[in-house]
């Protein structure tokens, strides 16, 4: 492609930019390419047709500044367009988190705007092809289908699995197109990602997030990575840690069953059995205990069930936590000893940590390590959750999930009124969109739906046992990797029974290829987030904003575009878009933006309003590297990205807060203290801070969360003015629309949620206090019986859970080896946008499974032998070994970024011409099987067995 | 006149493969073609180290010394390019280079293997036009005032690209920040720096004393 | 800089060694007592030299570029640069140009080696046609080979400032194409012409005696020699050994589709530069002979029919086998059949 160096119309003239146009060419170009380079053996990899380099241009640049969409690190771009092309990509040096810096992804991000492989058209399977569709017809055919499903099953039985990859307008709006649709069957990728944290770290002290940032790392002195790979995950995040590594002398220590990167740039490596986790810390606060290194003054004024925490640790002892983990008393102690010498440390998990069936005994259990040493609330310290895609915290934030609206207001009634009313719309008619029956005793309307990680037996399931009127007909994947769920034959089962399957991506994904399906299948053409603006939330809560950088490729829409189609195909249009302005077809999504300010009360979404965004997008180079505020300039004093809970109105003005309940700092500036979320005391012990309070506070001990009535008795009422007294009378800090409460509480020093205690018993959870349980695939029967997992569970999220009639079979012996999994640094997620991008796809262009030399000469494989991996419930694959001494002579890991390949079938020719990436492979989830988080129905991945064999020929 | 350099500090390169693909978007190289690499030694052991290898734009480059067409040139900065209009393919750049820097799109019978490619360090290459320069080399983004994009998007500022008195200072500042046993290269328990009055002293420590005067 | 660079490098290679050694020491009482799992928690370890001696070897590490067959450090690059730069290019040079001065000298001096009598005019088959041309074929193959490839050796230093980058990158690239796809058919030719003349240049115990008498100079007398002569013999079994030697490197080096390393291409050029030398050094000395240096030589390979005085002056022995198979040598006018000339020709 040339770019015409003297244009003879100006640039997105007509709506239809030369580079669109040019695009569209090119595109022609690509697939005859691609039809005529035929296809390439087993390694499926494809080299790129013909060069298509970008010409050089002296047209002049447009320089827009966005944030990659690969990882929830937040990392800076500068993307130069000219005449509409993308065609420079500079790094951006005075980007406050990631100073230019990159990894494999984002230093490629630039191809987002030039890689042609691309779903391009509306399409439908009829016959087993594929045919192109235009946008009215086929938001006609899939809406009249839709409708017709919610005539025959009800409004549950059509599910919105929505995406991480969405920007926050976009999640925010998905999730209120499934609510105005009548259903809570909607979810996204937080459910299998990081659900367990939120779930076990919003239960202990308030809020379900990483609780520092990146840039605070640097002020850690030492830092424990417990199933968490950043220099493979999160790689730019490692430029803040190996800072702390240098400058701050930190210790690094890194647990994890396989001997990763980040293991490679550690003080101390330790290798433990994937599922042992809890044992692990247990082990650690036995030394911990042991030798008095715990901070007793923090636990005394701000920690609640510290002594049972106590009294379960002293059921691992050192001999035991050896035989669960395989871990030394020896290197316990000495792991023990630096996290207790080197503070303040930060706790890092990701989803080694958190994609277990125990995954939320797992997270409270690294949150109650950080608390008894005291490292909550102080700059290096923390529990450093890191995120997974770009806007996972975000969407999670907005409530894209089946059990609850946005901004965590839960599924009560309460909260549907408190956000029909921000939406405008009248409860009753919200309520009639709803199936009015029972089941199990509850409402649909106010009851979990499915979840992202169960559609399968949603699907699959008798319509008896689901919760609900029906099982799953129709299903949308708006942003969604199904390689990256486990249980891969059975999915493919459920396909088939579906009615309905709507892929809307800008990528065909696995689900268009993987289904047996000929017909009643239609992929919509989703634009990037490079295609439209909007804002998106990192992993230490900071909001930025994207500029849109190109106009949508060829036949694609905005995600918001497509569900405003797609809502006023269903009939509620108006009800949708009530406060929003619609220009080119579309919300505008600064009208989006403060509607979610509008609502978000409870996790203080509520000061980032467009312009603060703007302006912070604007004025990066103003923010200190190291404290990410802002010195000087015209907002001086934020914190970068406004960092969530940014209390009030954005007129308010509050400066984010950088470090959760860190008490040092006034709440005003930025301060928190741990949040009153659970009643003001249990068992009659008290819940509230016990004598300590945020600098500057009025109130000098612990108080509970801040309501009018609790204004009056502290005689603050009239603080508030006149209009805000009108809105507050009778609400609490989280429905006050005003904002009021939240105001004055603040300029007295207090933070809107109370001051209360961590705690480490959630008595509202199966296991109060953390317990090991055994995987539901151990190789460990001996340990089943001492730690047996829960009981099956009749109903949860709708569905029959199981964890006993699993757990009692014995599949060790048929298959020795213990599988997991993990990501590589040039994928992301599914892999189906990376690997369509041919500078990461160059660098991965073969799936493989990593196996122990031991284990490899044992079962007389060789490197790059092809192997099969068979899954105790059937599923199988087949992968090149690499035999390495990274993991252990037990455990065989995989990476999940492939798909394409099922059970050693291709599926390539099943992709829309043109469409098929670079690389296929086979999904490790094919091979992974049953299992899910006792309380958020998180999908085990991490854990499960196999058994492998060298595959002939 | 500057010296340009490369310096890939293995105490921060976690192998993110940044540089590799930050180079692909600056020249857009074929399907194949890696001017720059990540190289891990004792890969999944305790002593895993990486590091990433391009062109080093050597002082006595043996690919120029080797070239039968004289391809090669260096520029004023120090930067080793090579004319593609020249360059035969005859592959000796390749058999010479301590690097494996030289490239090749195609490696067929008689010898047929295109013109050689390897990194620029951002500087192009000789070329009548800016639109022919970067169809054949890529960008010049030194002439834009920039340095290369694999130093300048390096996830953990590991890479470092520029004047080689400029690097080795950084460099030297962060071998005595986080001590050193064996001049930086690898990870072995770090040196205790000992004496409270040490850590103000740190940049002190770093001052180089073969040059003659120091900068800020 | 380059100092810089160089005292970096030897640092961290001393630190290694180094290292190497205190770990070595601080290790030995431990190892004994060492548990797997301890060692692998405290051993942050360090890249040792046995890592660096793999790393040489090809072995023990990773790359980003897919199925990559580059190592890391190419420590053999340098040699061969060396050997080729240093050593190989200038002894061709001296070879070279040194055969062609004592060519020159010699021709000068000694002049050329005339007939001793008069010519009968009786010319006698010496060439067959298939031979001339085959001869002739393969003599142009060699001289654009030798030609082409000495401008791949030392054009740059002579061409490139003569006329110009453009004429140079037109002249040096159709240099290598000649010489690449040249090569293979002058390298099958060759092994034909070498099965054909195998039979004459069977070493024979005249051939001794030819060489004590330095192929008739030493001495007034003429030393005996058949079809072919010992000198003639010399030059055959240069091109049955060296020559084929040549051949093959050049495939290797024409060829990279079979695997070879840099290690394998590095030899391969380094045979094809002193055997492609030393072949064309002595070819000059054949091509002189053949010329310029003696009488009725050139014509023979010309013309294939050589005058009864030369065949007898040169080739005594020869001169007997054919005058004894035929009766008498021809009188008339060399025939048009080929064959029956062929036939004709005892060899």
Redesign the interface.
């Known amino acids: 492609m040339r770019l015409t160096r003297k244009s003879s119309q100006p640039a997105g003239q007509g709506g239809l930019g030369i580079s669109r146009r040019q695009f569209l060419q090119r595109s022609g170009v690509a697939t005859g390419g691609l039809a005529a380079a035929g296809f390439m053996g087993h390694g499926m990899m494809q080299a790129a047709s013909a060069k298509e380099k970008t010409a050089y241009s002296d047209a002049p640049v447009e320089t827009k500044r966005t944030i990659c969409s690969h990882c929830s690190v937040g990392c800076g771009v500068y993307a130069e367009v000219q005449e509409g092309v993308w065609t420079k990509q500079e790094p951006a040096f005075d980007h406050p988190i990631n100073r230019g810096a990159h990894c494999a992804k984002g230093a490629s991000l630039r191809e987002h705007g030039h890689s042609t492989r691309r779903l391009k058209y509306p399409m439908k399977l009829v016959d087993g092809q594929w045919q192109r569709l235009e946008w009215d017809q086929a938001i006609e055919e899939i809406g009249d289908k839709v409708l017709e499903l919610r005539d025959k099953h009800g409004p549950d039985s059509v599910y919105w699995l929505g995406s991480a990859k969405f920007n926050n307008e976009q999640a925010y709006l998905m999730r209120k197109l499934a609510a105005l649709w009548g259903t809570n069957n909607t979810d996204h990728q937080a459910r299998i990602c990081h659900s367990t944290t939120v779930a076990g770290v919003a239960n202990t002290w308030g809020y379900g997030a990483m609780t520092n940032s990146l840039n605070d790392i640097q002020n850690s002195k030492s830092i424990l990575f417990i199933g968490s790979n950043p220099s493979e995950a999160h790689p730019v995040a490692m430029q803040h840690i190996l800072l702390a590594k240098e400058r701050n002398n930190a210790q690094i220590i890194v647990v994890d069953p396989r001997f990763t990167r980040t293991a490679a740039k550690s003080d101390k490596y330790v290798r433990l059995r994937p599922g042992s986790d809890v044992a692990y810390i247990w082990g650690l606060l036995w030394h911990i205990f042991e030798n008095g290194w715990e901070d007793t003054q923090f636990i005394e004024q701000r920690v609640y069930g510290m002594d049972k925490v106590r009294s379960e640790v002293a059921n691992f002892p050192p001999d035991v936590v050896e035989s669960i983990t395989g871990v030394g008393e020896a290197d316990m102690y000495d792991v023990a000893k630096r996290i207790s010498e080197n503070r303040p440390g930060c706790v890092v998990w990701c989803m080694g940590g958190t994609q277990h069936t125990t995954g939320n005994n797992n997270t409270r259990a690294y949150c109650i390590l950080e608390l008894a040493l005291g490292n909550l609330g102080v700059s290096g310290g923390g529990a450093n959750i890191f995120r997974g895609h770009d806007n996972v915290q975000g969407a999670t934030d907005l409530g894209l999930m089946s059990h609850s609206l946005p901004g965590y207001y839960g599924l009560s009634e309460g909260a549907w009124k408190h956000w029909s009313k921000i939406w405008n719309v009248d409860y009753e008619w919200i309520k009639n969109r709803f199936d009015p029956n029972e089941y199990n005793g509850s409402l649909p309307m106010n009851s979990n739906g499915i979840t992202v990680s169960r559609w399968i037996d949603g699907v699959l399931e008798e319509d008896a046992d689901i919760a609900q009127r029906s099982s799953l007909k129709g299903m949308f994947y708006w942003g969604h990797a199904v390689n990256s769920q486990t249980r891969g034959p059975e999915m493919k089962k459920a396909m088939s029974q579906l009615e309905l399957m709507v892929v809307v991506d800008p990528y065909p994904t696995v689900a268009a290829v993987m289904n047996d399906r000929t017909d009643g299948v239609y992929l919509l053409p989703a634009a990037t987030q490079f295609e439209t603006t909007g804002s998106v939330t990192a992993t230490n809560r900071a909001l930025q904003w994207r500029d849109q950088v190109i106009e949508p490729m060829f036949d694609s829409k905005p995600d918001h575009e497509i569900m405003y189609l797609m809502a006023q195909k269903l009939g509620f249009g108006d009800e949708f878009t009530r406060n929003f302005a619609i220009e080119n077809g579309r919300p505008v999504i600064e009208d989006v933006l403060r509607e979610i300010n509008a609502g978000m009360w409870t996790v203080g979404y509520t000061g980032q309003s467009p312009e603060r965004l703007k302006a912070h997008q604007k004025n990066w180079h103003t923010f200190d590297f190291h404290s990410m505020q802002a010195l000087g300039g015209p907002i001086d004093g934020d914190y970068y990205g406004l960092p969530w809970p940014c209390w009030g109105t954005a007129e308010f003005g509050h400066p984010g807060t950088p470090l959760l309940y860190d008490m040092s700092k006034p709440v005003k500036e930025g301060g928190l203290t741990f949040r009153a979320r659970f009643g003001v005391e249990h068992d009659g012990v008290n819940l509230l801070a016990d004598g300590v309070a945020s600098a500057g506070s009025e109130i000098k001990d612990g108080y509970p969360e801040f309501t009018a009535d609790m204004l009056k008795q502290l005689g603050w009422w009239d603080d508030l003015t006149a209009e805000e007294k009108k809105a507050a009378e009778g609400k609490n800090w989280k429905t006050d629309l005003s904002g009021g409460i939240q105001r004055v509480a603040i300029e007295h020093g207090c933070a809107p949620f109370g001051n209360a205690k961590a705690r480490c018993e959630v008595w509202t959870f199966p296991d109060p206090i953390p317990k090991h349980r055994e995987p539901l695939y151990t190789p460990r029967r001996d340990l089943v019986e001492k730690y047996p997992t829960w009981d099956d569970v009749a109903s949860f999220y709708r569905l029959p859970t199981l964890y006993r009639s699993i757990q009692e079979n014995d599949f060790s012996q048929e298959f020795p080896i213990i599988l997991t999994s993990g990501r590589l640094v040039e994928y992301e997620g599914g892999g189906e946008e990376t690997r369509s991008m041919s500078w990461l796809a160059e660098l991965q262009q073969e799936m493989f499974v990593e196996i122990n030399p031991a284990q490899a000469n044992d079962l007389g494989i060789k490197n790059d032998d092809m192997v099969w991996v068979h899954g105790p419930e059937g599923g199988k694959v087949k992968v090149k070994a690499m035999v390495t001494p990274r993991v252990a002579r037990d455990v065989a890991f995989m990476p999940f970024h492939f798909g394409g390949i099922f059970q050693g079938e291709s599926l390539a020719d099943k992709y829309p011409e043109g469409a098929r990436p670079y690389v296929l492979g086979e999904a490790a989830n094919t091979a992974t099987t049953y299992g899910y988080d006792i309380v958020t129905q998180m999908q085990e991945t991490k854990c499960t067995l196999c058994r492998i064999e060298k595959a002939s020929a | 006149m500057a ?1 340009m ?1 490369f310096l890939c500090d293995a ?2 390169c ?9 180079c ?2 600056a020249n ?1 190289t ?3 073609i ?1 001017r720059r ?14 590091i990433s ?1 391009a062109c080093m734009h050597c ?2 480059a ?1 690919c120029m ?6 391809c090669f040139y260096k520029t004023d900065d ?1 930067i080793v390019l090579h ?1 593609k ?2 360059c ?5 750049c ?7 820097a030289p490239q090749f799109p195609k ?7 295109g013109k050689m490619d390897k990194c620029t360090f951002c500087a192009g290459g000789p070329a009548e036009t ?2 022919e ?3 054949k080399y890529g960008a010049n983004r030194i002439a834009e005032g ?1 340095l290369p ?1 694999c130093a ?6 590991a890479l470092l690209a520029g004047d ?2 400029t690097i ?1 200072d950084i460099f030297r500042q ?1 071998v005595v ?2 001590g ?11 040196a ?2 000992s004496g409270p009055d040490v850590s103000g002293n740190l940049d002190e420590m770093a001052y180089d004393a ?1 040059r003659a005067t120091r900068e800020g | 800089m380059h100092t810089l660079m160089q005292c970096l490098w030897r640092l961290r290679m001393l630190g290694a060694v180094l290292l190497l050694a205190v770990l070595a020491a601080s290790l030995a009482p431990s190892t004994h007592a060492a548990e797997p799992n301890e060692e692998l928690g405290q051993a942050v370890g360090t890249v040792d030299a046995d890592t660096w001696r793999d790393v040489k070897n090809g072995e023990n590490f990773i790359d980003t570029r897919h199925e990559s067959t580059y190592s890391l450090i190419n420590t053999s690059g340098e040699t061969w640069r060396q050997i080729r730069n240093e050593w190989i290019s200038p002894a061709g040079l001296i070879a070279i140009g040194g055969m062609l001065a004592i060519l020159i000298i010699f021709y000068l001096v000694v002049g050329r080696n005339d007939l001793d009598h008069e010519r009968t005019g009786r010319k006698i088959l010496r060439w067959t046609a298939i031979e001339r041309a085959l001869h002739w074929t393969v003599a142009t193959l060699f001289i654009a080979l030798a030609l082409t490839g000495l401008n791949l050796l030392y054009g740059k230093f002579v061409f490139r400032h003569i006329f110009g980058d453009v004429f140079w990158a037109n002249m040096i690239m159709g240099s290598k194409l000649i010489h690449n796809y040249a090569g293979p058919v002058f390298g099958i030719l060759l092994i034909v012409i070498l099965a054909k003349w195998l039979k004459v240049n069977l070493p024979k115990k005249h051939d001794l005696e030819w060489f004590k008498q330095g192929g008739g100079m030493v001495g007034d007398k003429h030393p005996d020699a058949g079809f072919a002569n010992a000198g003639e013999k010399v030059w055959f079994w240069l091109l049955a050994s060296v020559g084929l030697l040549v051949v093959v490197s050049g495939l290797v080096l024409d060829f990279p589709i079979f695997g070879q390393t840099r290690d394998d291409m590095q030899w391969a050029n380094m045979f094809h530069g002193v055997t492609s030398l030393i072949l064309m050094t002595v070819a000059l000395g054949h091509i002189y002979i053949g010329t310029l240096g003696t009488e009725g030589a050139f014509e023979g390979m010309a013309t294939g029919y050589v005058d009864e005085t030369w065949a007898k002056q040169h080739h005594n022995l020869w001169y007997e086998e054919v005058k004894e198979s035929a009766g008498q040598p021809h009188q008339s006018d060399p025939p048009i059949d080929d064959d029956t000339a062929t036939a004709q020709r005892p060899n």
């Open positions: 010296q350099k105490e921060r976690i192998e993110c493969n940044g540089c590799v693909t930050a692909k978007n857009e074929d399907w194949g890696q690499r990540v190289v891990t030694l004792d890969d999944g052991m305790p002593s895993e180290v990486s290898v002082d006595d043996p010394a080797v070239c039968p067409t004289d120090g004319d209009d020249i035969i393919g005859c592959g000796y390749l058999y010479a280079c301590p690097f494996g490696q067929e019978a008689f010898g047929e293997r800016k639109e320069e970067y169809e920039k994009l300048e998007m390096c996830s953990t500022k080689a008195q080795s962060r920040y986080r050193h046993e064996d001049g930086g290269w690898s990870s072995v328990e770090k205790q720096l073969t």
